[in-house]
């Protein structure tokens, strides 16, 4: 599990609530996101594509990974605010200065070489949108990632999650 | 207005505060059970894999509440603030029924030498190493106690390596599942002991709850029909039927007050409108869990004891520790998953003890069924983390995956403690636990062992790769913690004596796994039950109508 949310105690505690003052990008009303801005989504959503790509079976784009970080960053990853807003940064400047061009704009091969530098320039960043994919990808869809639970038809596994009972937060389409 | 006075307060209503309710409350004692977390229920049971008890990364299902619990750990990377939902905060749970409402429900007894760890292999580099004052005869008809009156399922009578016991368990195992099925002829094989898994779970129905229906998720999740047997579907509910016992939930203690004299008179806590309540009693009993137990008499400070309650001489929230799980894993060619879980069923003893140059062993076992979420931590290393390649594997290998795990005896380490921070506060502006220290090196020289064991039992049921996994040396805690007030005769090495009251004041217990001296090779919860009902039982005896004798 990532612990890039520790806070050292030199920072203080007040560094325990510093995460959530950053802003929303959904603020400006030009974003469809709660949290990222327009562009930090279509980057959040072709870096999970690089991580979980479609083949026979969707990934995490057609699973909506996206959505699902998104939506957690208004709530338990709120402390995540901070290190994903500069953690995009990093993807988007370590493309154009191998590549030229913004991450989204890279073909998928490109992508990949600049994500595996990310993997080591920016390790912390990196295992959090990895297991958040991840999350995004195989967890419940009631959190906003595994669109149509896509994960689990790959892997076979039935639902609902228990037998004989079916009355169970069915996910919220989103 | 004051509340009225009782004659035991029990703070914390998990495993052992749960058995020391009934206990008390049935001998007619008027009971005030303390509890910082909610009383859930079946109906609480989501079954969300991405928030329980086991896979915590949007949060605790069960406590305790993310945002007003932080601890501080110390390790390799310095000092640190940490929630609960996270690795190094050594969470177990925040509820009625404590870690027994969400657990895996393994019901174990300690082996003989378990209880004489020091005697059986002598001193143990950098380990604090001890017997337990006292031995399994003096916990066996408690054991039987436990696994009659909550009730325990499997057949241990294949294990040849279990200490004497009088009767057998009480329910027949639930049916074979799979892995069973392809562990049971390989182990034998191997010329190996394995049997059916005893477990706090109903197979048939029993003391008024249903059987198990054999759901996929089990663990760290609420049982749907009660067949999982917790402190709060059995003892609890029996203490409350006396008339003699309450329970109030959403209240975090503070400290036990203190008279002029140095004895309890009852603890001070905040209620769920967190206005600041004195319950006072006659007999103070901590059964926080082995953090939360040592730090509520760490922050209990008194002319008398200005270093804290019981920890005359330094020894309150020392000897943290658990258990460290190697585990290795399988792959077949064919589907070893059948949907039918818990998962877990059957077990080996063979590398307990007796294993050449190493100071004990641990059982093993097959794991519980793993979340899709959960098998990323089963992915092999050689398979890289992202991309094709790793989702190709998870593809193939899901339903094709077996594990083998078990916890290892660690070698309890005097610098693995907590300490109350001086500086960190929680909601209520009660000092935090710190954590810090690492665990022995010997530790993880049995884990090596027992996870090569692990991984010859795959190979020979036929898996087409194997591999394992090793934890690293950093601090145990979590799920299984013990050990911080060790039960023992001298006080000067010891914070309790062997009937689990502190050395220091008379009217003090601490009934929880903080007693264990060592945590045994098994999952510890049975052996928190036998010593919570064999404790009520010394204290009962020493009872007398408004005292206990000195
Ligand atoms: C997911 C999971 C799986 C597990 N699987 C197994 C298994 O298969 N077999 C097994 O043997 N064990 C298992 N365990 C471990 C087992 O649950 C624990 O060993 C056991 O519950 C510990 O008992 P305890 O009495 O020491 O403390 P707990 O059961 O933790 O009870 C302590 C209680 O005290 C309360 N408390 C703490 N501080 C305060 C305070 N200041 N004021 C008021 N209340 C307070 C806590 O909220 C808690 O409810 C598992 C645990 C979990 C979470
Ligand atoms: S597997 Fe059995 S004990 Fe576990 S939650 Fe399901 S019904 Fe309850």
């Known amino acids: ?174 | 207005m004051a509340l009225k006075h009782v004659n035991a307060l029990i703070v914390g209503a998990g495993a052992g505060g749960g058995v020391v309710a009934k206990e008390l409350a049935t001998a007619g004692l008027s009971v005030v059970l303390l509890e910082r977390g909610n009383w859930y229920s079946a109906a609480d049971c989501r079954k969300d894999d991405l928030r329980n008890q086991r896979t915590t990364v949007l949060g605790n299902a069960f406590g305790p509440d993310e945002d007003r619990n932080p601890r501080v750990l110390v390790d390799d990377r310095g000092e640190g603030i940490v929630w609960p939902s996270e690795s190094g905060y050594s969470n177990n749970a925040a509820c009625v029924g404590g870690g027994t409402f969400s657990y895996g429900a393994q019901a174990w007894r300690y082996m003989e030498k378990d209880f004489r760890m020091r005697s059986t292999y002598g001193a143990v580099a950098g380990s604090t190493l001890e017997d337990w004052p006292i031995g399994y005869s003096d916990l066996e008809p408690y054991y039987e106690k436990a696994e009659r009156e909550l009730g325990v399922s499997g057949d241990v009578s294949n294990n040849i390596f279990q200490a004497r016991r009088n009767q057998g368990l009480p329910m027949p195992p639930l049916s074979p599942n799979k892995e069973y099925q392809i562990l049971l002829p390989a182990a034998k094989r191997l010329g190996w002991h394995p049997f059916d898994l005893p477990m706090l779970r109903n197979s048939v129905p029993y003391n008024g709850r249903a059987a198990c229906m054999r759901c996929r998720w089990c663990v760290g999740f609420a049982c749907e029909v009660n067949a999982r047997t917790g402190t709060h579907n059995t003892v609890i509910p029996a203490a409350l039927a006396t008339g003699n016992c309450e329970v109030r939930t959403g209240c975090m203690t503070r400290e036990i007050l203190l008279d002029d004299h140095g004895q309890a008179s009852g603890a001070a806590y905040f209620d769920p409108h967190d206005r600041l309540q004195r319950q006072t009693a006659d007999l103070v009993i901590v059964c926080c869990g082995a953090v939360e137990s040592a730090r509520l008499l760490l922050n209990t400070r008194h002319r008398l004891f200005p270093n804290g309650l019981g920890n005359r001489y330094d020894w309150v929230g020392r000897n943290l520790h658990a258990h460290t799980y190697p585990a290795a894993a399988g792959l077949f060619d064919y589907d070893t998953y059948d949907d039918i879980g818990p998962g877990a069923s059957i077990a080996i003893c063979d590398f307990n003890h007796g294993n050449p140059g190493l100071a004990g062993g641990g059982m093993l076992a097959n794991e519980f069924i793993r979340l899709p979420y959960q098998f990323m931590n089963q992915v092999p290393p050689w398979v890289p983390r992202w991309g094709q390649a790793h989702k190709d594997f998870v593809r193939t290998a899901y339903k094709r995956t077996v594990t083998i795990m078990g916890p290892v005896q660690e070698m309890p380490m005097f610098d693995a403690r907590v300490q109350v921070d001086p500086k960190v506060k929680d909601y209520w502006g009660i000092p935090v636990a710190r954590l810090s220290g690492k665990k022995n090196p010997h530790t993880l020289e049995i884990a090596r062992f027992t996870a090569g064991k692990a991984e010859a039992w795959l190979q020979e049921a036929g898996a087409v790769r194997t591999w394992q996994r090793i934890p690293g040396p950093s601090l145990s805690g979590g799920q299984h913690q013990a050990g911080t007030c060790r039960m023992g005769n001298d006080p000067k090495t010891s914070v309790v004596d062997q009937d689990c009251r502190l050395h220091d004041v008379d009217n003090v217990y601490v009934i929880d796994a903080s007693v264990h001296v060592t945590n045994g090779g098994f999952n510890p919860v049975l052996t928190i039950f036998a010593n919570a009902y064999r404790a009520s039982h010394r204290l009962l005896e020493a009872w007398k109508g408004s005292k206990v004798r000195s």
Not at chain 1, 16 to 25: K, N, P
């Open chain 1, 1 to 174: 599990m990532p612990n890039s949310r520790r806070q050292f105690l030199g920072a203080g505690l007040s560094a325990a609530v510093a995460g959530s003052a950053i802003s929303c990008g959904a603020s400006n009303g030009a974003s469809p996101w709660r949290f990222f801005t327009a562009e930090e989504g279509r980057t959040v959503d072709a870096i999970c594509d690089r991580i979980i790509p479609a083949d026979r079976d969707p990934g995490a784009k057609e699973a909506r990974a996206v959505n699902y970080i998104d939506l957690q960053l208004t709530r338990p990853f709120k402390r995540y605010r901070k290190a994903y807003r500069e953690g995009i940064a990093a993807v988007d400047a370590a493309s154009r200065k191998k590549f030229g061009g913004r991450f989204v704009e890279l073909p998928a091969g490109q992508q990949t070489e600049v994500l595996a530098d990310i993997e080591k320039s920016s390790a912390a960043f990196f295992e959090l949108i990895l297991a958040h994919t991840r999350q995004g990808f195989y967890g419940d869809p009631r959190h906003g990632g595994n669109r149509n639970r896509v994960s689990w038809k790959m892997l076979g596994v039935p639902f609902p999650p228990i037998r004989g009972l079916e009355r169970y937060d069915q996910p919220k389409v989103g």
